[in-house]
Every structure is written in C-alpha cells, then in structure tokens.
C-alpha cells in the first residue's frame, strides 16, 4: 500500500510539473492580432503596422488586408509592445498592449481618424502679359537668333544639326560610321 501511495504522489507531481512547463512553451511566441477602421468603422486596406517589443526593442511590421486586419508573431517575446499604426490621410496612433495573465493573442485594435485638412477657397487675380506678333520683339519661343544658312557649306545646307549649330550655344556632334550628326545644347 505505501509503494503504491508513493507512486501515485510521484505521479502527480510529475504531471504538476509537465503543466507549467506546457504552458511556458506556448507563451513563448506572442501574436498580436487586430482590426484597423476609420472613423466611420469601415475597414482601412494597406495600413502599416509596426509592434515594437518594449524590452528588446525589436521592431516587426505588417499591413492591413482588405478587411483591415494584420497579425504579427514575435517568437520568444516578452508580452509588453508599442503599437504603432501609420497609413496615408490618417493621423498616426501609437499605444502600449501588454498581456494579462495568460492570454495567447493579444488584441490590438485601432480606430484612424482622418489627417488631411480641407483649404479654404484661393482666388489669384493678376493681368497677363501677352505676346505682341506684330512688333519686331524677340521671338517668343526662346531663342533670340534665327538660324543664319549662310555660313554653312553647300553639302551641309539640308542637315538640321549643322544648322542648329550655327546658332551660338549649339555644339555639332558629327555622326559617326554613317550614323546621321547631332547636336547638343
């Protein structure tokens, strides 16, 4: 009778022992799991969301899928992260989510509200000066100086880019190998 009360005591005791050691191992890998919304509770898509664990300050990311849902997974971690969560024409927000007791995911939801701020009405007034044709004022497109073929050869009189190059500021660049010419500017 003694050998078998000791062995039923050896027994639970071994299984008190294998359930703590249970427990920690599932511990041993947080998930973090949450919903992103707007201000008017609809889903926001492509969401970045940024745990940073408050110990080792390890960062991990995710983004929200279409239903505005993410999870992140911190092997080993420690159960205390900031969140944080940035998407574009939302404000950002940040908070701390720490595990309680034993909880296996911890839950992290977060409502955006929107950033981007509507301007009031502009109203520029201002005269425009327009181009006079009829006067002998410079051209209008830019250039100061109309192409002068005189100083061209015979053979160079129908190639545009010995002709771009007379005008000053204007390099030939001669083509090579039977390759037409340009220029450069």
């Known amino acids: 009778m003694n050998r078998s009360f000791i062995f039923a005591c050896a027994t639970f005791c071994a299984l008190g022992l294998l359930t703590p050691a249970t427990g920690v191992s599932?511990?041993?890998?947080?998930?973090?799991?949450g919903t992103v919304v707007?201000?008017?509770?609809?889903?926001?898509?492509?969401?970045?969301?940024?745990?940073?664990?408050?110990?080792g300050n390890v960062n991990r990311t995710a983004r929200t899928?279409?239903?505005?849902?993410?999870?992140?997974?911190?092997?080993?971690?420690?159960?205390?992260?900031?969140?944080?969560?940035?998407?574009?024409?939302?404000?950002?927000?940040?908070?701390?989510?720490?595990?309680?007791?034993?909880?296996?995911?911890?839950?992290?939801?977060?409502?955006?509200?929107?950033a981007a701020g509507e301007l009031d009405t502009v109203r520029v007034i201002g005269q425009r000066d327009r181009p006079r044709r009829n006067d002998a004022s410079p051209d209008i497109s830019g250039s100061e100086r109309p192409v002068d073929n005189n100083a061209l050869s015979a053979d160079q009189q129908g190639d545009l880019a010995a002709m771009a190059a007379s005008i000053p500021g204007v390099q030939l660049v001669p083509g090579s190998d039977g390759d037409p010419a340009g220029f450069s500017v």
């Open 38 to 55: 707007s201000a008017d509770g609809k889903p926001l898509e492509d969401v970045k969301v940024t745990a940073t664990s408050v110990s």
């Open 65 to 114: 899928d279409r239903n505005g849902r993410y999870t992140i997974t911190f092997p080993g971690g420690d159960g205390d992260y900031m969140v944080e969560f940035a998407a574009i024409g939302y404000g950002a927000r940040r908070f701390q989510v720490k595990r309680t007791a034993d909880q296996e995911i911890l839950v992290a939801d977060a409502r955006l509200l929107p």
């Open 26 to 33: 599932a511990q041993e890998t947080d998930v973090i799991r």
